[in-house]
C-alpha cells in the first residue's frame, strides 16, 4: 500500500522549501574531520559574546522547576516587558521566537485568496509563513538593497490583508527613516495589518532610526515584533514577541500554544531584559567588529551592503559557492545567501575581534587563488 504524502499536502506548504539554518560547528566538525574549538561560526546573526552571566545565574535556579510546565501567561516576563517599554501586558504576545509570532499573525489573518506584501532581499520566513497558510505573496522589487515603501503601499489591493517590512532587514542590513516610516504607514489602509520586524533595532544608534513602539497608539493595525535571539545573546532558547494593540495581541493569543515559551526560556529572557551592562557590551563590540569587517572588505577591494545589523552582505562574485565551500574547508562558517536571490554575496555575522580577523584572513587567502 502506498500512500502520496505529496498530493494529500496542502498546495501552499507543497510550494515551501525547508528553512536552510547556518551550518553548525559541530555538523562541519564530523562532514570535514576538523577539531570544533579551531572552527568559528559567523553565520546565525548569534551574539559572539555568550549569554549574559546573570543569565546563567537565574536558568541555574530555575533548573529545578523542569518538572513543572511553564507559565502559560508569561507573567513575570510579560511585566519587564511592559515596565521596560511603557505598555499593558495585554499588548504584549509571547512567542518560540519572534519566527513564532510572524507565523502567527498569517495564521490570523491571512488565507487563501488573500494577499501578503513584503520586499525583495527580505526574511524568508515572511513568504513561508504566506505560503503556509496559502495566501498570495506579492514581492515588492527592493531599490537599493532595501524596502521601496513607497512601492509597497502602492501594491495594495482590496485582497491585501498583511504587509511585513524589517528595519533592519535580513540579510540586507538596509533600514528606513522615521519618515518614511511615517508616510507608509499613513498610506496603507487601517484594514491591513502591517508587522514591523525589528529584531535587530538594539543594534542601531541613528536619530533618524524610527522605534516601532512610538507608532502603536497611532496605528492600530501595527505589531512590532522584537527577539531576544540577537542582542540579548538567547538565540539557543528561542523567545521573541510581538507588541500591538491588545485587540490584536487577544487574537494572536488566541492561535498561541499555551506552553510557546519554555521556562528557562522565561526566566533568562527576563534576566538579560533588567542586564543592561551586557546590552551595552553586546552593542559596543557590534559596533567595532562591524567597522573591523567593513575597513577589512574595503582593503580586500570587496563591495558590501551597509548594515544595521550585526552581520554585513558582502560582495564575493559569481563564485560566492566555491569561496564558501573554501572557508568551510578552512573551519570558517558564514551564509550563502543565493536563496535570497543574492547569489554574489556572503553574509558574514558580526563575531569577536579574533574571530572577524580569522575571516579576513582567510578570505583573502581564498580570493587570491
Wanted: aromatic share 8%.
Amino acid at each position: 500500500m502506498v500512500c502520496d504524502v505529496e498530493v494529500l499536502t496542502r498546495a501552499g506548504v507543497r510550494t515551501i522549501h525547508p528553512y536552510q539554518p547556518g551550518k553548525p560547528i559541530d555538523e562541519l566538525a564530523r562532514e570535514l574531520g576538523l577539531e570544533p574549538a579551531n572552527i568559528i561560526k559567523l553565520a546565525s546573526n548569534e551574539n559572539p559574546l555568550g549569554p549574559s552571566p546573570k543569565v546563567l545565574t537565574a536558568i541555574e535556579s530555575a533548573a529545578t522547576e523542569l518538572s513543572r510546565y511553564p507559565d502559560g501567561n508569561g507573567f513575570v516576563l510579560k511585566r519587564a516587558l511592559a515596565e521596560k517599554y511603557g505598555i499593558q501586558q495585554e499588548q504584549i504576545t509571547l512567542g518560540n521566537g519572534s519566527n513564532d509570532v510572524l507565523e502567527l499573525i498569517a495564521r490570523a489573518f491571512a488565507g487563501p485568496g488573500d494577499e501578503v506584501i513584503f520586499s525583495e532581499y527580505a526574511f524568508v520566513v515572511y513568504p513561508h509563513a504566506t505560503k503556509a497558510v496559502e495566501a498570495t505573496p506579492v514581492v515588492v522589487p527592493a531599490v537599493n538593497w532595501g524596502h521601496d515603501l513607497t512601492a509597497m503601499a502602492n501594491a495594495v489591493t482590496k485582497k491585501t490583508k498583511l504587509i511585513f517590512v524589517a528595519n533592519p532587514n535580513n540579510p540586507t542590513g538596509t533600514w528606513f527613516s522615521k519618515e518614511a516610516l511615517k508616510a507608509f504607514l499613513d498610506k496603507v489602509p487601517s484594514q491591513v495589518i502591517v508587522v514591523l520586524d525589528e529584531a535587530y533595532i538594539e543594534y542601531v544608534d541613528d536619530p533618524n532610526f524610527p522605534n516601532g513602539l512610538d507608532y502603536l497608539s497611532l496605528y492600530p493595525n501595527l505589531v512590532v515584533t522584537r527577539t531576544f535571539s540577537k542582542a540579548y545573546g538567547l538565540a539557543g532558547l528561542r523567545v521573541g514577541y510581538g507588541l500591538s494593540s491588545p485587540a490584536v495581541a487577544n487574537i494572536l493569543n488566541r492561535l498561541r500554544q499555551a506552553f510557546n515559551v519554555n521556562s528557562l526560556a522565561l526566566v533568562a529572557a527576563a534576566a538579560a531584559l533588567a542586564d543592561h551592562q551586557y546590552l551595552v557590551d553586546s552593542i559596543a563590540i557590534n559596533q567595532q567588529g562591524m567597522a573591523q569587517l567593513e575597513a577589512g572588505f574595503a582593503e580586500l577591494g570587496l563591495s558590501y551592503i551597509s548594515s544595521k545589523g550585526n552581520f554585513v552582505a558582502v560582495e564575493v562574485g559569481a563564485q560566492s559557492q566555491v569561496i564558501y565551500q573554501q572557508l568551510l574547508a578552512e573551519g570558517v562558517i558564514v551564509r550563502p545567501v543565493a536563496n535570497y536571490q543574492m547569489p554574489n554575496h556572503l553574509r558574514v555575522s558580526i563575531g569577536l575581534p579574533e574571530e572577524n580577523q580569522r575571516l579576513l584572513t582567510v578570505l583573502k587567502q581564498v580570493i587570491a587563488v
